[in-house]
């Protein structure tokens, strides 16, 4: 089941690669996608982080 959060990074997504490409003398597509797939790695380090330290407390 898809959540508001996953609709909204997708059409984040969607809208920063449609932007870039229809502009691109002021973004360079390739870091454009590599901002994207930054923020899905900051996420899995965020939810191993809160699965390390939840399952140490108490």
Known sequence: MYS???LT???GAVLA????????EYFH???????LVTMY????IDY?????FKKSQP
């Open 4 to 6: 508001l959060g996953t």
């Open 17 to 24: 690669t449609v932007i870039a490409v229809r502009y691109p």
């Open 48 to 52: 191993a982080y809160l699965q390390v």
């Open 29 to 35: 597509l390739p870091s454009v996608i590599f901002g």
């Open 9 to 11: 990074r997708m059409a």
């Open 41 to 44: 790695v900051v996420i899995m």
